[in-house]
């Protein structure tokens, strides 16, 4: 029996919740806002407003893949070229992804469709807009020879899954970022503030989405 649950969150948008962590994959007050205000508002759009060109995206936690189906949307609407690297140990099943409400809230159904059924381990480009690449693993293991523009980190919560926020995969995620580049995540913890400033990166406490009153930004300065 899977151990995971579809939810609808208060703003209409499905979550799923993970009985054996006690965990959801989103925020109880809306997975599409919160998707949206941490990952596409105050990443993306951040991002797209200092910098230039292509922007190119790790994001630690695939999960349902809201967050790469909403980056998908705007790139689309806002005709900016984005090249994603998704990282998830263990897949959804397509059962529970067909599930998922996300098209009817936003629409782009055949945009969802393509981000669910490109192959893992490989670049795929689904339109002139949008490289997707899935990897299947933990960010452990993850060795990357790109550097990235922006970082989405949307593990679990530290105290359900310590060991994605260790100081050493802080390190890592910056080391591959470029210059002025940006890491958002729902998180706010004061350790893991703290953390993030010992690995070089500039930290701002910013307004959270519904539900929560912070969430972290952090950005890769040159210090040369």
């Known amino acids: ?14 979550s799923l919740y993970n009985q054996e962590l006690n965990e959801t994959y989103h925020s109880f007050h809306g997975a599409v806002n919160e998707s949206n205000h941490v990952f596409i ?27 790469v189906f909403m980056s998908a949307i705007w790139a689309i609407q806002n005709k900016v070229v984005l090249d ?10 397509p059962k529970t992804i067909a599930s998922l409400n996300y098209t009817e809230k936003l629409g782009f159904a055949e945009v969802f469709d393509k981000i669910h059924q490109s192959p893992w ?23 990357s020879t790109a550097f990235y523009d922006l970082v989405f980190f949307d593990a679990f919560a530290p105290n359900k899954q310590p060991e994605m926020w260790t100081i ?11 210059e002025n580049g940006v890491f958002v995540t729902y998180c706010a913890k004061g350790q893991l503030k703290r953390d993030l400033k010992s690995v070089g990166l500039e930290v701002t406490t910013l307004p959270g989405p519904p539900g929560k009153k912070e969430m972290v930004r952090a950005c890769k300065k040159d210090n040369g």
Do not use: Y
């Open 168 to 178: 050493e995969i802080l390190q890592m995620l910056a080391d591959t970022m470029n």
């Open 41 to 67: 508002k105050m990443g993306l759009e951040h991002w797209t407003a200092n910098n230039k060109g292509p922007c190119r995206i790790l994001e630690v936690g695939m999960g349902t893949g809201l967050n």
């Open 121 to 143: 381990g490989q670049p795929v480009v689904l339109n002139n807009c949008f490289t997707l690449h899935k990897i299947q693993d933990q960010i452990q293991n993850f060795k």
């Open 84 to 93: 994603v690297t998704t990282l998830e140990a263990f897949p959804l099943d």
């Open 1 to 14: 029996m899977s151990p995971l649950k579809i939810i609808k969150t208060e703003d209409g948008s499905h």
